[in-house]
């Protein structure tokens, strides 16, 4: 790859990092706020939840040191997010709806950044989407996880993976075509929120499995 490309593509990395790490860390810091955790809770909550999608990215593509090893003012980041939210959370009338909208940000920022990174690091279309659905929502599940949450990634009717699986393949349409690369991110990150949003204004879903009772035999 053209090594000016790569050094163009690094700082649409580097801005999307520091935006999903910094939306990402909020949402934590309110799940910590749910639990009534002490700061120390609320630092941890917010770190996993900042750097632990991008975590795991990098290690399924073998990117070792992981990427707030490299920027380990990420972590700084998360921990001023948390700080923020430990004194501002009881002014807010709904901390989970805050949390529902942020977390939406978050996955629109999220999912173009480990589309990129993958992109950068010379992944094929089915990893270009997985690396993308990874990265938005490994850390949101770790928080609620841990935050004693029921995770959203699993709620039904939350539409969360189909987000993140529209918003990566909105992107990878995009790059196919030959759209420039800046506007196939915002494509992929506005595809990404809206649908997101749709969930949470409309009630967009899809059907959920029902089984069939029984055939009654008698």
């Known amino acids: 790859m053209n090594p000016d490309l790569v050094t163009a593509l690094g700082g649409h990395v580097w801005a999307l990092d520091y935006g999903s790490v910094l939306v990402f860390a909020l949402t934590g810091a309110l799940v910590a706020s749910r639990a009534q955790l002490d700061i120390i809770g609320f630092l941890f909550l917010a770190a996993l939840?900042?750097?632990?999608?991008?975590?795991?990215?990098?290690?399924?593509?073998?990117?070792?040191?992981?990427?707030?090893?490299?920027?380990?003012?990420?972590?700084?980041?998360?921990?001023?997010?948390?700080i923020f939210v430990y004194w501002t959370a009881p002014m807010l009338e709904s901390r989970y709806r805050w949390l529902l909208w942020l977390d939406a940000i978050a996955l629109a920022v999220a999912v173009p950044a480990g589309f990129d990174v993958a992109l950068i690091n010379g992944n094929g279309p089915i990893i270009l989407v997985i690396c993308g659905i990874i990265t938005g929502t490994m850390g949101g599940l770790m928080r609620d996880v841990v935050g004693n949450e029921v995770p959203l990634v699993l709620k039904?009717?939350?539409?969360?993976?189909?987000?993140?699986?529209?918003?990566?393949?909105?992107?990878?349409?995009?790059?196919s075509l030959g759209v420039p690369r800046p506007l196939a991110l915002i494509g992929c990150g506005a595809t990404t929120f809206l649908m997101r949003a749709g969930t949470l204004i409309w009630g967009w879903s899809l059907p959920v499995y029902r089984p069939r009772p029984p055939r009654d035999r008698g």
């Open 156 to 175: 039904s009717g939350e539409l969360y993976l189909t987000c993140a699986f529209g918003g990566a393949v909105v992107a990878l349409i995009l790059v």
């Open 49 to 82: 939840t900042a750097v632990g999608g991008g975590t795991v990215r990098d290690m399924v593509l073998g990117r070792t040191p992981v990427f707030w090893v490299v920027q380990p003012e990420l972590i700084l980041t998360a921990a001023a997010a948390a």
